[in-house]
T-cell receptor, first 114, second 110 residues
Framework: EADIYQTPRYLVIGTGKKITLECSQT?????MYWYQQDPGMELHLIHY???????EKGDLSSESTVSRIRTEHFPLTLESARPSHTSQYLC?????????????FGPGTRLLVL | KNEVEQSPQNLTAQEGEFITINCSYS?????LHWLQQHPGGGIVSLFM???GKKKHGRLIATINIQEKHSSLHITASHPRDSAVYIC????????????FGTGTRLQVTL
């Protein structure tokens, strides 16, 4: 079982509010990822990090920002939430293995912006 | 057109049936992943393949690199197998980033 956690699991918030979605892993993985998934649609990578103080934007443009001050922690922030940000946000981490990398996913945060 | 296509999009089966989910991709890859997503949203990695075939319990995954195609088989399906099954590929030269299919929603009934 993966030791990767996300809080909150569900969030309903009004337009214009600042929100931070938390993601933590206790596996010591250097690589971490944020994905956005709309209902019935595929996951899209919005941010990734290959280690402390390293962050990159993913394939899908996002107004969110991330930080990686500690290995275990990779929070995602929206400065001013909008209804278009309503989605599920999934955090993952990975480690290299003999046959390639396996990604471990958190339970996700379902965000609804009113 | 998505780089990763899955079929079928939805699948309903009766308990005990043999199930096949297909994945085709259009890019060069270094590995292909099969993932399972339950209604609560959590995702579990089932297989990572770069060639041949892997088996874990009632699940079997195969890949044909030349044909750019992979299949996930479930033998003796059970209602607890009901979930969305997602195919994802790691494009050659991209280290860790994955490209995902839209998933196949499987419902197994009694």
């Amino acid at each position: 079982e993966a030791d990767i956690y996300q809080t909150p699991r569900y969030l309903v918030i009004g337009t214009g509010k600042k929100i931070t979605l938390e993601c933590s892993q206790t596996m010591g993985h250097d690589k971490m990822y944020w994905y956005q998934q709309d209902p019935g649609m595929e996951l899209h990578l919005i941010h990734y990090s290959y280690g402390v103080n390293s962050t990159e934007k993913g394939d899908l443009s996002s107004e969110s920002t991330v930080s990686r001050i500690r290995t275990e922690h990779f929070p995602l922030t929206l400065e001013s939430a909008r209804p278009s940000h309503t989605s599920q946000y999934l955090c993952a981490s990975s480690e290299p293995g003999a046959q390639g990398e396996t990604q471990y996913f958190g339970p996700g945060t379902r965000l609804l912006v009113l | 057109k998505n780089e990763v296509e899955q079929s079928p999009q939805n699948l309903t089966a009766q308990e005990g049936e043999f199930i096949t989910i297909n994945c085709s991709y259009s890019v060069g890859i270094s590995a292909l992943h099969w993932l399972q997503q339950h209604p609560g949203g959590g995702i579990v990695s089932l297989f990572m393949l770069s060639s041949g075939k892997k088996k874990h319990g009632r699940l079997i995954a195969t890949i044909n690199i030349q044909e750019k195609h992979s299949s996930l088989h479930i033998t003796a399906s059970h209602p607890r197998d009901s979930a969305v099954y997602i195919c994802a590929v790691r494009r050659a030269g991209t280290a860790s980033k994955l490209t995902f299919g839209t998933g196949t929603r499987l419902q197994v009934t009694l």
